[in-house]
């Protein structure tokens, strides 16, 4: 009986507003604050002005005011890079390490001669950590800016949208962080797509047999309920199950969680050896506080962990097993060298990761790869030439596979310790990656 | 058995966040009119409060007290400059309260960074109920939220102030009539509801990452259950707090977490269409 004169003097008597349309509005405000991740989670279109986790409107920095554009011993005519990260938003953090990375290794080139006697001028712009926005800044990068390259990025929610825009345009996206290849329906296998992180058989194919060894073979996993969660979920599967050991149970949880109790009650039925996490960002940190509130004893393991992410939760997940292409700790000179150069131009205590690495990497592998062709910056030169990189880059020598375009690393299994450092475990080199049958040479 | 007892404990740890921040929406709503676009941040200032306090080497029990003390000053000082003007303006108070949300949520990052902050937890431990063992941290959280929203309803029922808002609430024209000030009231009422919000910040900061955003998880919930929660606007508010947070954990516990969320506002959306009145309403039969 929804008869609208049924209602009391209250709200009548108090404003100009109807209760009716008073509902109306605050529901959906409340329903658009709620959703928001949501929505943002499906990578669907998801209203930028409704997430309230922060989308900042100024994107980006001058490129004039960029360091390295003015003592460059580089004199020819400049080659135009766009650069695209999470500067805000929940990712943010491990923006602002790309950003850094990225800015390094710019500043490196251009002070050294730049890529084939040309320096490199870059224009940066925010992600936002939201979809509509990254589509908006690629296809601005990509037709007003007319960049030759996009380097950068960090979830597959935004590197999807960023591969909405860019191949049609023809201008290459270097993706700079590891991610699910493949594995469900994303866009891996794309002659403007080159990845600088590794795709899960490089990350996950050495560590389950290392765990397999050493703690067992049963898996509970808890992820964010997005692609790369899911995607990585999937190829645990296949792995664990060649193995003998299965997967009890998979939970994904929206982004912006801050309660994960009921997933704690489905870790103690399921008992297993392992909780496999694959949660984002914050989330992550959350997680690991509750994980220690309410005593769990598996054995935590995440492709995500590392000294960066440790640092957000000091104290947190010690001894949480991971495995990816770069931690701090890799002992080489190329790195000795690199956290030298990060931290003078960062602060000692200025940390990075491996997607900041990635980054790093990415850089140079396009100054290689355009010198390959002759200082040529035409991506339909330059990207026949990405199989003759060759980089000493601080994780060890890589290279870019000619089938997948994605690079061809090194991996570290490693162990959280108590200082927050990965203790490196196991180290596999020059593993080659693999996208379903992907052959873009 | 195990997992009935493990979802009572969930919904209710959920449920008593929910509630606080859900009071204070509804003190608000009910009292001004206002419907606050910005109370999440309040719960992140009051996370922030224990952090700044913690770090600085207070115990955490110290800055629990301190934190909703921050709410209120802050509330009060908002509805002094800017919430006062907005109290016939239903409409331009969403428009006003969701920019202040922009702000308050920019300037925390810019004091704190966007990088999470961590609190330690004051209580280690588990608690052993019937098999099921749970953190002590979350059964005290339970039980302090309890107490809490206990005290706000004694507080509105038998203080005179209480009694005053009540009316107020009922029928704010017949009471300003009578000669209340309306102005007092609403800004110890603005104060109260901000003061709950940095409240339930203040208990979640040891056991979530602490950042500028971590109120949007409750806030969307907990405006559906001050909507929901209808004409009796404290009663309400927590019927509506019971109703999302019981239903989001029953739904993620039988489908999956993001059905939980999504359906629990669905299933808001079809209560409010079939009773727009809410789940607790005023008697029909004084209407003028």
């Excluded at chain 1, 389950?208 to 964010?224: A, M, W």
């Amino acid at each position: 009986m929804a008869k609208e004169n049924e209602i009391t003097t209250s709200e009548q008597a108090s404003m100009g507003v109807g209760r009716r349309q008073m509902l109306k509005t605050s529901l959906g405000m409340g329903a658009a604050a709620a959703l928001a991740p949501v929505l943002a989670a499906c990578g669907s279109d998801a209203g930028s002005g409704a997430n309230s986790s922060g989308t900042d409107p100024e994107a980006g920095s001058d490129p004039t005011d960029n360091p390295g554009g003015s003592d460059s011993s580089a004199t020819g005519e400049a080659i135009k890079v766009g650069f695209m990260t999470d500067l805000t938003g929940i990712t943010a953090n491990l923006g602002d390490i790309q950003d850094k990375c990225f800015n390094l290794a710019v500043n490196q080139i251009n002070s050294s001669g730049g890529i084939a006697g040309r320096p490199i001028e870059f224009i940066t712009e925010d992600t936002g950590a939201d979809s509509t926005q990254t589509i908006e800044k690629a296809t601005k990068l990509a037709l007003e800016d007319e960049v030759v390259a996009v380097i950068g990025l960090i979830t597959s929610l935004v590197r999807e949208a960023a591969l909405t825009v860019l191949p049609s345009e023809k201008v290459p996206l270097l993706y700079t962080t590891y991610y699910e290849g493949a594995a469900s329906g994303a866009v891996a296998c794309d002659p403007y797509l080159i990845g600088t992180g590794q795709v899960p058989n490089q990350q996950i194919e050495p560590l389950v047999p290392y765990l397999t060894e050493n703690v067992g073979t049963t898996y509970t996993v808890v992820g964010s309920d997005y692609i790369w969660a899911r995607g990585t979920t999937e190829v645990l599967e296949e792995l664990v199950a060649k193995e003998g050991g299965n997967v009890k149970s998979s939970t994904f949880y929206p982004f912006g969680t801050t309660d994960f109790g009921p997933f704690f009650q489905q870790l103690e039925e399921d008992d297993p050896d392992i909780c496999w996490v694959t949660l984002a960002g914050t989330d992550f940190s959350t997680f690991l506080k509750q994980y220690e509130q309410f005593g769990a004893t598996a054995k935590l393991v995440s492709p995500a962990m590392d000294e960066v992410f440790a640092a957000t939760s000091p104290g947190t997940g010690v001894g949480t097993l991971t495995s990816q292409s770069y931690f701090s700790t890799v002992d080489n000179d190329e790195n000795t060298k690199f956290l030298e150069d990060y931290q003078a131009a960062y602060g000692e205590d200025a940390l990075v990761n491996s997607i900041g690495e990635a980054t790093y990497n990415a850089v140079w592998i396009l100054k290689e790869a355009i010198e390959a062709a002759d200082g040529d910056s035409d991506p339909e030169k330059w990207i026949p030439k990405l199989s003759e990189v060759d980089f000493a880059s601080p994780s060890g020598t890589i290279g870019v596979d000619a089938d997948t375009q994605h690079a061809v690393s090194n991996n570290y299994i490693g162990e959280l310790t108590e200082e927050g450092t990965i203790r490196i475990l196991e180290t596999s080199e020059g593993n080659v990656p693999q996208v379903n049958g992907c052959v873009l040479s | 058995m195990d997992s009935l007892i493990s979802f009572v404990l969930n919904a209710a740890f959920l449920v008593s966040i929910l509630s606080l921040v859900a009071l204070g929406l509804g003190v608000i709503y009910g009292l001004l009119g206002v419907i606050n676009m910005a109370h999440g941040e309040l719960i992140a200032i009051g996370a922030y409060t224990v952090v700044v306090l913690t770090e600085l080497g207070l115990p955490y029990w110290t800055a629990l007290a301190v934190a909703p003390a921050v709410g209120m000053v802050l509330g009060m000082l908002l509805e002094a400059t800017l919430i006062r003007r907005l109290t016939d303006r239903p409409l331009d108070a969403i428009l006003v309260t969701v920019g202040l949300s922009l702000v308050l949520q920019q300037t925390l990052k810019a004091w704190f960074g966007a990088t999470a902050r961590s609190v330690p937890s004051p209580i280690n431990g588990t608690f052993d109920l019937l098999g099921v063992s749970y953190p002590l941290f979350r059964v005290m959280i339970i039980v302090v939220a309890t107490a809490i929203m206990a005290l706000t309803f004694v507080f509105f029922v038998k203080s005179s102030f209480g009694l005053v808002v009540q009316a107020i609430f009922q029928n704010r024209e017949a009471a300003v009539t009578n000669g209340v000030n309306a102005g007092k009231y609403n800004r110890i009422a603005f104060g109260l509801g901000t003061a709950l919000a940095a409240f339930a910040g203040s208990l979640l900061a040891p056991s979530a990452a602490v950042l500028p955003q971590m109120g949007a998880f409750y806030l969307g919930p907990a405006f559906i259950a001050v909507i929901l929660g209808g004409e009796k606007r404290l009663l309400g508010a927590v019927a509506g707090a019971a109703f999302m947070g019981g239903l989001e954990v029953f739904i993620g516990d039988t489908f999956t977490r993001t059905w939980g969320r999504v359906g629990v506002l669905i299933l808001a959306i079809i209560v409010i269409r079939m009773w727009p009145g809410g789940l607790v309403r005023e008697p029909k039969a004084r209407v003028a």
